[in-house]
């Protein structure tokens, strides 16, 4: 991975730019991501499809230590991992075939996982917001078409009062 200086002054919405050039260095990410992540925080995936966000996420779930292999919950839209240690459990949802807000994902009882539980949401713009103003957001930007190419750029932006004095560029060592 290689990684760019957080941009803008240090401010409400700290942010760092990552390049990644395999799966692995993408789950790798996700492993470096949950050192520093706790309960009650929020995290937004977006990207293309195949961009990395199911790949990222199981290597949040393996940073947390949770029970049960992450895959995309597409079809059942949230799956919840149960912490094999004292962490926090990590609860992956996946809002793609969700096309409301969050009175939509109002079954989910996400307001009541979000406490106790690491909350990773896939496609969740315009959709989740509203339970928190602290959140982490990651946009994974990958060249379309007919491609093989495996460079992700990656966009960490850190939102609301938890965020704003975390030093997301850690995220890259």
């Known amino acids: 991975m290689e990684a760019a200086a957080p941009r803008g002054p240090a401010g409400p919405a ?3 730019e990552i390049t990644v050039t395999s799966p692995e260095q993408m789950r790798e990410l996700g492993r470096s991501l949950a050192k520093l992540l706790r309960a009650g925080d929020l995290v937004m995936l977006s990207g293309e499809l195949g961009a990395g966000k199911t790949t990222l996420t199981r290597g ?3 940073g947390l230590g ?3 292999a992450v895959t995309s919950p597409t079809f059942v839209i949230a799956r919840v991992h149960p912490s094999l240690g004292d ?3 990590l609860v992956h949802v996946d809002a793609y075939r969700l096309s409301g807000g969050l009175d939509e994902m109002e079954d989910l009882d996400l307001d009541v996982s979000l406490s106790d539980s690491v909350i990773v949401v896939e496609w969740g713009e315009g959709k989740v917001e ?4 602290d959140r982490l957001q990651l946009r994974i930007h990958r060249a379309v078409g007919d491609t093989t190419d495996e460079v992700r750029h990656v966009t960490l932006t850190g939102l609301g009062e938890r965020w704003a004095a975390v030093d997301l560029s850690v995220a890259t060592a």
């Open 130 to 133: 509203e339970l928190t103003e």
């Open 14 to 16: 700290p942010s760092a």
């Open 87 to 89: 962490g926090p459990p």
């Open 60 to 62: 949040l779930g393996e």
């Open 66 to 68: 949770v029970r049960g």
